[in-house]
């Protein structure tokens, strides 16, 4: 993306000028992960501190928003910084009358790829200038009171809790946006509007602002231009650059890659192939995971694999696998991860088949630390299972296998499609969140169902729902069409309010599950109440479905012994 920014902003008439705008333009590396913004705020001239709030909110707002994680998609970057500059906003000015309040409204323009991210609130306007049609994109939050008469409904510093606007726009070559203040936009029509931005180049913004003070403009007045002259249509490097990486070969004890030996394969599957090797350089024992090559004509399942490095760099946690960056000039394409000592958590339960509940517990709680990392970054692992999580020799546990990982976030900056071979679902079936099948968007709620199943299993050996054999993935009709299995069933030591715990974790419906880690958590460590009332409720309030089927069963019983 080339694109070339201006801007103008002037007290005009007044005194004072409550007006801030700016533009950023940021490094190449900068601009991948988190694009070129445009912002303008327009202070609330009848609020005493309004000026100091429009600059307090651009300056906020460039300086926290270059400061969220490369894995938040726009949408929620933005709207997390302004919710956190609306409330500090807010206690400025103590929630008083709006004569007292620091209010201000707020437009900005996030330029990312191929996309252009609007967020507003307030009356200052986004505009498209494209082929020669000026277009609004935004609407003003404001209300007639009479004739020239407006009152603001909505801006930052209003209320404790804030509305923004978000809107998604696909850029293409020669889009002209403009951000306006109303002491521009309400002087100057349309058509003056579109000429000045077409004829005025690099000084459009100026050439506004001038234009509205000399048609009779009063107020303040801002203005931010931004020219996109090319829109590249991958947008991401990483992914152009990695993606023409040969596969490597079958690789054998012995054999080089890059400055790495191989010393031995690990572990191979149809979808990839991990190899203990030693850094030529430094001495240390490292894992290279290789594509497989049944996939190297497979644009999807590139891109997950390029992802699923550029995703591993990104989380810095001790129970997660560290993925290491790659060597300057790498021929082949693969990840180096570090080598972790030890066995898969499928291993280790086979030769600890009834573990304590405190054992597991702690076992749990390794787990959620690093689930807790993940939520942070807005990602989901998506794979969650025994055979994916590593206990090292001293105990600890380590997420592995990030190829399942999703985010709106991932998708937006890695501009990934579906998963690949889209027809089944990433994750093993029995523990894949039933969402998955139904086609609905995954979430945090879903690695809480895959977390709880592994609970389940370590407690018990078996799975919380009829098994699902085989390597097709099975249909379903609804999520009331899966039955939880009492824990109790299985190991008669396990307490009530654990199997409470494990089945509200378990929940088919993702709405009736924890909508949080820590709730789990800390069911799993104190009996909850809710659960013991659950067992003392009617078995309709209980279990609705089966209810009706034992009506239905009394009902034709009913009938046979009728005719009988």
Sequence with gaps: MTLEFSSACSAGRRQYNDDACAVCNPAATELRSHGALAALADGVASAEAGGEAARAAISGFLSDYYSTPETWPVKQAAARVLHSLNSWLYRQGAGDEIAQGWLTTFSAVVFKGASAHLIHIG????????????ECLTRDHSRALGPGRTFLSRALGMDAHVDVDYRREELRAGDIYLLSSD???????SETVAEILQESGEAAAQALVDAALAGGSGDNLSAAVCRIHRVRPSGNELLDRNRQLPFPPDLRPGDKVDDYLILQELHAS??????????IDSDAL????????????????????VAEEWTGRRLDHPGIV???????????????????????LRQWMQLNPAPGVEQVRELISQLVSALRRLQRMEIVHGDLKPENIMVAKDGRLKLIDLGGADGSGL????QLGGYPGEEAPPGSKNYAAPEYFFDDAPSHRSDIFSLGVITYELLTGRY??????????????SYAGMQYISARQHREDIPEWIDGALRRACAPDPRNRYPALSEFVHDLQTPNP???REREKPLLERNPLLFWQLVALLLLLSHLLHLL
């Design 123 to 134: 009356d200052s306007r986004i505009y498209r200038l494209r082929g020669g049609k000026l």
């Design 183 to 189: 002491g521009v936009h309400d002087f100057l029509p």
């Design 270 to 279: 149809p979808r990839s192939q991990l190899y203990l090797a030693r850094d």
């Design 286 to 305: 490292r894992a290279i995971k290789t594509p497989s090559i049944n996939f190297a004509d497979d644009p999807a399942y590139i891109e997950r694999f």
């Design 322 to 344: 560290k993925i290491f960056p790659p060597r300057a000039r790498r021929q082949f394409l693969y990840h180096v991860l570090e080598y972790i000592d030890g066995q898969n």
């Design 411 to 414: 998708r937006e900056q890695l």
């Design 464 to 477: 919380p729902y009829r098994e699902r054999a085989g390597f097709r993935h099975y249909q379903l009709k």
């Design 530 to 532: 809710q659960f013991t």
